[in-house]
């Protein structure tokens, strides 16, 4: 994969002239905008450094887009263990944003919870302890019996956290993910790198969350356990976000990590490195290489456009067309000028229309490459012309002048 430098120029056109019944458009106009020059990213090898990483399984993703960037094997399917938990806070989180639970709130702790080996804050059963505390034993630390307290609360009981769960992971398209428990210890609980992104992608929506994501170090239970996060990243590159890390035996070290940079939000997820030291070098890599590499680019209206274009929520066109709000696409940086963009209109749309029939498109292009593509559509219904709505519409037109 290589990404030269590129020197052309953005293009950008739409037919002007929109009749009272949509009746515009003479084919298709182009017209092209002078910008800035940006420096364009160096030559980079992907494919020979993405073989080199020790990790079995690999993506990166810009996460405002969901644009893939960088991937090796990544819908493999794999061991899930202390990933789940970012599901489980993902629960939390919505469940809070409703108003239906809050940090504050007192949970008591089940047998079950109790129960739970391996990492632990050393809760015992009938003890008090809140939901922020549970938050933090699960997003500092790894916590199984914060884990299993914090999903009963959430849930009702364990048996419950599993099956929404797995009802939350299929909603979101997690089709190589199966959990068994809440906390991803137990045989069965199955992920790859690609549904890790696509859950790490969706918590990144609770800004509620972040300050539990990026703290080092914190203590729960009146100080008697001490937390340190395992995402050293936290700590150590400029600009993370999250979220997890970990390592087993037989899965190896693995880590899902979110760092944004000006517009740009990138989310690497490792899985199967031999050592944290690998996996924390090949995360930093892959997203200095991210940064290095793409940028965001927001389509752009031109000067002599702005008259006929009205910007409100999505983009509305002047004589009741509207098109998809122009949303920001990721391109290789230093590129953006020989982006072009191609519009389309029908040449009349004979009433009646209905609001969002179709009445052209906005398509943006690089090269041979597709890079976004819009619908212009009719931003109103428009009745077919009678005695009874001309006269509607004359006093109407009269009341308002």
Sequence with gaps: MKFGKRICACALGILAGISPLLSSADGVRQSFVQTDAVIPADTVAVEDMLAECTASSIIVTETSTGRVLFEKDSSEQRECSHFAKLMVLLLAAEKIDSGDISLSDTATVSAYANSRQGTQIWLDKGEKITVEELVKSITVGNANDGCAALAEYVCGSEEDAVKLMNQRAESLGMTSTVYTDSTGTEEGNLTSAADTEILCR???????????????????????????????LVRTYKGVTGMKAWSGETAGSCTAVTAKRGDMSVCVVLLGCPTNEDRDAEAKKLLDLSFQTYEVYTPEIPEELKLKIKIAGGTKLKGRLEIAKLEPVIIPRGTYRSVECVYTLEDTLSAPVKKGDKAGEIVYTMGDETIAKWEIVSAENIDKMDLHCGFEKLMYNLLNM
């Design 202 to 232: 969706e918590l990144l929506k609770y800004r509620n969350m972040t300050e539990y994501l990026t703290c080092w170090l914190d203590n729960v239970r009146g100080g008697k356990a001490e937390l340190v996060n395992l995402n050293r």
